[in-house]
């Protein structure tokens, strides 16, 4: 690996055209740099693209909840795993709206809806695209999280006015088969492009500490910045243990440190992509998150509920971005929410 080099072309054009052929042994040659040297270059790429010293705040709400057909080895809403999580219908647009307004209020700028599916049907697409047309009349960012979608589906929702749709490939190809089965890589790779075609913006990212090796988690990087266009936004989520799932059996919770150098190589390899730092923050302490951050972390989910399972509560969330002098939406915010439910 001595003998790879990875130029960091700081010419206009370079700058302007990320790449899209990056190769495992460049990824490697990166992974491995000494530690400072890698987070020089990593905050070197961040601040000719972003502000450095901001981040981005999402909410999320489980619109319906469990009882998934998938079989996603890591999911407390699999029907193929009793994980003590009630199975709900899709809930009404109005108690969605009060959600939403909520999370404004306490400093989300982007809200997510997620549902539960295989994929949606019609009848329940229509009630989504309500949805989603009331919440972007908040002001606020709409993203969507519903499974597989076709063309059409996909075309529906951009009309609707959603901004982003999250679907991740959550692993490399070469894991992938060993966590979920009922869903194919290409499956998400074909969902990805419906979305693309639609003019929707890609959230598309994955977990760490499901038992995969370093090489999986570059490989996952690879995938995903070797697509035709990088996604606008990398959620790299941590695996929050669920009880009762089959990733129990192999999950290894990753070395603070690989976390780091897996965020870094995203922000380099991804250098205009708004990379972030999901599920997991509940393990992570505020040292870990700084780190996250300088290495190009730009992104957190704020609420003490993500879908079925923790998140830091606002309060610390502001009290972190304050002791770090960063801004965010929730300078705004009209009061720091405990529980955004
Ligand atoms: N059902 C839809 C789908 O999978 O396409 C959308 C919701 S699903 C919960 C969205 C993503 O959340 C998954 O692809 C996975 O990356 C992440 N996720 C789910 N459970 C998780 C867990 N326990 N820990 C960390 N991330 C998780
Ligand atoms: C993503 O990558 N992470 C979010 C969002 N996209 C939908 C979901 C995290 C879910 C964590 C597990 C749970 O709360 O059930
Ligand atoms: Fe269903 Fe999504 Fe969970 Fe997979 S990750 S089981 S598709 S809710």
């Not at 009630?86 to 307004?101: F, G, I, N, P």
């Not at 894991?175 to 979920?180: N, R, T």
Request: glycine share 6%; hydrophobic share 40%.
């Amino acid at each position: 690996m001595d003998s790879v080099s990875v130029s960091f072309d700081s010419s206009p054009d370079s700058i302007a055209r990320p790449r899209h052929d990056w190769t495992r042994p460049e990824a490697e040659t990166l992974y491995d740099l000494p530690f400072p040297d890698l987070l020089f270059q990593a905050q070197t790429i961040h601040r000719r693209h972003f502000d450095p010293n901001r981040v981005e705040t999402a909410s999320l709400l489980s619109i319906k909840t469990g009882g998934c057909p998938e079989d996603c080895g890591y999911c407390a809403q699999s029907a193929h795993y009793d994980a003590g999580v009630k199975a709900t219908k899709l809930m009404d647009r109005d108690a969605v709206l009060e959600t939403a307004r909520r999370a404004k209020e306490a400093g989300a700028g982007r809200f997510c809806m997620a549902a539960a599916w295989r994929h949606p049907k019609d009848r329940d697409l229509d009630r989504v695209c309500d949805m989603i047309g009331a919440v972007k009349a908040l002001g606020m960012e709409t993203c969507a999280t519903l499974g597989m979608l076709t063309p059409e589906q996909a075309r529906r929702l951009q009309q609707a006015g959603l901004d982003f749709y999250n679907h991740n490939v959550d692993t490399s190809p070469e894991f992938y088969g060993k966590i979920i089965t009922t869903r194919t890589m290409q499956d998400r790779i074909d969902t990805l492009a419906h979305a693309r075609e639609a003019g929707l913006k890609v959230c598309c990212g994955g977990i760490i500490g499901m038992g995969e090796q370093v090489g999986d988690r570059l490989g996952m990087l690879l995938l995903l910045a070797n697509l035709p266009a990088h996604p606008e936004s990398v959620p790299i989520n941590l695996w929050n243990e669920v009880r009762a799932v089959p990733v129990n059996d192999t999950a290894e919770r990753p070395d603070p440190i690989a976390l780091v150098r897996m965020i870094a190589v995203a922000r380099i390899m991804m250098p205009k992509s708004v990379v972030r730092l999901s599920a997991g923050r509940q393990y992570m302490t505020d040292e870990l998150q700084a780190l996250c951050f300088v290495a190009g972390a730009n992104s957190i989910f704020i609420g003490d509920l993500l879908l079925t399972t923790k998140n830091p509560q606002t309060v610390r969330d502001a009290a972190l971005l304050d002791r770090l002098g960063m801004t965010s939406p929730l300078d705004g915010a009209k009061a720091p929410a405990t529980s955004l439910i």
